[in-house]
């Protein structure tokens, strides 16, 4: 079993509907969570960065940490064709900076 | 922000030379770098970390002898491929840690391709 579980996708959802991320994984002992944008060519960009279970907001970006579930979400709404990318989640152990990846899902946002 | 810069953005070279590629913390000073690599479609690779006035440590499986990497200050730490041959082609990606109030978070680089001939 690998250690972060992603759906590569690709996903593929009309402009203005909501876009819906998952990631599970099987380390109990995960305590920081992180979603990447990355396009086409270009580095990871930091979207979101939570601690624990909870949720955390920003404009269009929600992130969910369920840590009983081993489960966190990712959602876009009022998705836009320049969310077009690959969105690869992350996380790591307390007092380690080493990041354990998902393979990272591809969306489509067609206008 | 953190903004993080790496040098090439592209690269082709002959079979046989080595390239050097160089990555920057551009406002914040970073004690760790990690230097990733990427396939086509695929996650991210860590091919070894980064620490500035010492040796880099490397994942299993990457030879340091390849891969020279040395971070010479808290901006800078570069990534050397020795004798490069085409199986080297690839997105080579850095990332560079930036202290935060919980943890440190890691801050990407735009990647440099490097196309082997």
């Known amino acids: 079993q690998k250690e972060v579980e992603q759906d590569p996708g690709p996903l593929s959802v009309p402009e203005g509907a909501i876009v819906s991320l998952n990631c599970t994984y099987s380390?109990?002992?995960?305590?920081?969570f992180m979603w990447y944008r990355q396009y086409s060519r270009k580095g990871p960009e930091l979207l979101m960065y939570t601690y624990s279970s909870g949720n955390k907001e920003d404009g269009r970006f929600t992130a969910q940490v369920d840590k009983s579930s081993k489960y966190i979400s990712l959602f876009i709404r009022d998705s836009q064709p320049s969310d077009s990318a690959t969105y690869l989640c992350?996380?790591?152990?307390?007092?380690?900076?080493?990041?354990?990846f998902g393979k990272g899902n591809q969306v489509v946002v067609i206008p | 922000g953190a903004v993080v810069s790496q040098h090439p953005s592209w690269v082709i070279c002959k079979s046989g030379t080595s390239v050097k590629i160089e990555c920057r913390s551009l406002?914040?000073?970073?004690?760790?770098m990690f230097w990733y690599r990427q396939f086509p479609k695929q996650s991210l690779m860590l091919m070894a970390t980064?620490?500035?006035?010492?040796?880099?440590?490397?994942e299993q499986g990457v030879e340091k002898d390849k891969f020279l990497i040395n971070h010479a200050s808290l901006t800078l730490s570069t990534l050397t491929v020795t004798s490069a041959h085409p199986e080297d082609s690839s997105f080579y990606i850095c990332?560079?840690?930036?202290?935060?109030?919980?943890?440190?978070?890691?801050?990407f680089g735009p990647g440099t391709r490097l196309l082997v001939l």
């Open positions: 406002d914040f000073q970073a004690t760790t």
């Open positions: 380390n109990s002992a995960f305590q920081y």
């Open positions: 980064s620490n500035e006035g010492s040796k880099a440590t490397y």
């Open positions: 990332s560079a840690l930036k202290p935060g109030a919980l943890q440190e978070t890691q801050y």
């Open positions: 992350a996380m790591s152990l307390y007092g380690n900076n080493r990041l354990a």
